[in-house]
């Protein structure tokens, strides 16, 4: 059975940065694409950003350059890393796993597997 782990979440101040990781046990992880998906408070679960197993990247329109998604494909580990944190990036952050990468992997339909989530709250 595969288990997603979402760590490095919490409370930063605006303008900070944040390291989340999505540890992967259970399965070839270099097999998996791994996506990142958000739920703030009383709002949808939007995506984030996705890669692929060799390394190809994929992001959400609002991103603005803030935010950038990597793995490390020996430690069974991808990164999420934001800069420059706004009070509206507060979230839920979710990382998400399929074997599937194409035009989309951007709706959290096309994932079957899904870490517990870590909560980001940036203060003002």
């Known amino acids: 059975q595969v288990q997603l782990v979402e760590s490095g979440g919490g409370l930063v101040q605006a303008g900070g940065s944040a390291r989340l990781s999505c540890v992967a046990s259970g399965r070839e992880f270099s097999g998996l694409v791994v996506a990142w998906f958000r739920q703030g408070p009383g709002k949808a679960r939007e995506f984030v950003a996705a890669?692929?197993?060799?390394?190809?990247?994929k992001y959400a329109d609002f991103m603005e350059g803030r935010f950038t998604v990597s793995r490390d494909n020996a430690e069974n580990t991808s990164y999420l890393q934001i800069n420059n944190l706004r009070p509206e990036d507060t979230a839920v952050y979710f990382c998400?796993?399929?074997?599937?990468?194409?035009?989309?992997?951007?709706?959290?339909?096309?994932?079957?597997?899904w870490g517990q989530g870590t909560q980001v709250t940036v203060s003002s």
């Open positions: 998400a796993g399929t074997t599937v990468w194409h035009s989309g992997n951007r709706h959290p339909g096309e994932f079957s597997l």
């Open positions: 890669i692929s197993p060799p390394g190809w990247t």
